[in-house]
């Protein structure tokens, strides 16, 4: 069984530019978590999206965006970046009688010069 | 609201020696805890979790974990530690029912040395 994939793996941007970053959950996982790990910070709650619905939301601001798709990967925009937006971006999935539990992918590591 | 508090960001311990990761939790109902860990330049990885079922909780790789509620504690432990080991572990507790209120710690880097 493939775990959950998250692309690219590393990437290098500039401030104001714009990243989406993808991701692919469990087979049969419902949900998907994003979270930001930035040096410092520990782990960050960001978003979570369930059958392609918005249900949750951490304190970001608007410029971090997403969606779901209709086979449930997704895809994380981050807006007008800024250096402090430099961080590990994991994804997690889960499905509803996971108890809980997350699954994660290996993250993204975004560097904004 | 729920959260953990992980005391000491970095821990060395020598190989064969025991491993103890502290974790205190904040909760007013009875939680979900987690410890997760996290190899350099991996993502996280599942250890064990504790669903209010039995207090002492097995993991992966040897890892155990107990539920003290007169203590809120949720130590991670295990007998023996190998060098594979070291890595960042992140205690974990969910708030309000759902995962999407994961609330982590601010982890512990263990440190395995010969």
């Known amino acids: 069984e493939a775990g959950v994939t998250q692309s690219p793996t590393h990437l290098i941007k500039t401030r104001g530019q714009q990243v989406t970053l993808r991701c692919s959950p469990i087979?049969?996982?419902?949900?998907v978590y994003w979270y930001q790990q930035a040096l410092g910070l520990g782990l960050q709650f960001l978003l979570w999206?369930?059958?392609?619905?918005?249900?949750n939301r951490g304190n970001f601001p608007p410029r971090f965006s997403g969606r779901q798709f209709p086979n449930y990967s997704s895809e994380l925009n981050v807006n007008a970046l800024e250096l402090e937006d430099s961080a590990l971006y994991l994804c997690?999935?889960?499905?509803?009688?996971?108890?809980?539990?997350?699954?994660f992918g290996a993250g993204s590591r975004l560097t904004v010069l | 609201a729920q959260s953990v508090t992980q005391l000491g960001s970095h821990v060395s311990v020598s190989e064969g020696a025991l491993v103890l990761l502290r974790c205190n939790y904040s909760?007013?109902?009875?939680?979900?805890l987690f410890w997760y860990v996290q190899y350099p330049n991996q993502g996280l990885q599942l250890l064990l979790k504790?669903?209010?079922?039995?207090?002492l909780v097995k993991g992966i790789n040897g890892f155990e974990a107990e539920f003290k509620k007169s203590e809120t504690s949720f130590h991670l432990t295990k007998p023996s530690a190998h060098m594979s080991d070291a890595a960042e572990y992140f205690c974990?507790?969910?708030?309000?029912?759902?995962?999407?209120?994961?609330?982590f710690g601010t982890g512990t880097r263990l440190q395995v040395t010969l």
């Open positions: 504790y669903t209010s079922a039995a207090t």
């Open positions: 999206y369930d059958e392609g619905e918005e249900r």
């Open positions: 909760s007013s109902v009875p939680p979900y």
């Open positions: 997690a999935s889960s499905n509803p009688s996971g108890a809980n539990v997350l699954t």
């Open positions: 974990a507790v969910i708030r309000g029912g759902t995962a999407s209120k994961l609330t």
């Open positions: 087979s049969g996982h419902t949900s």
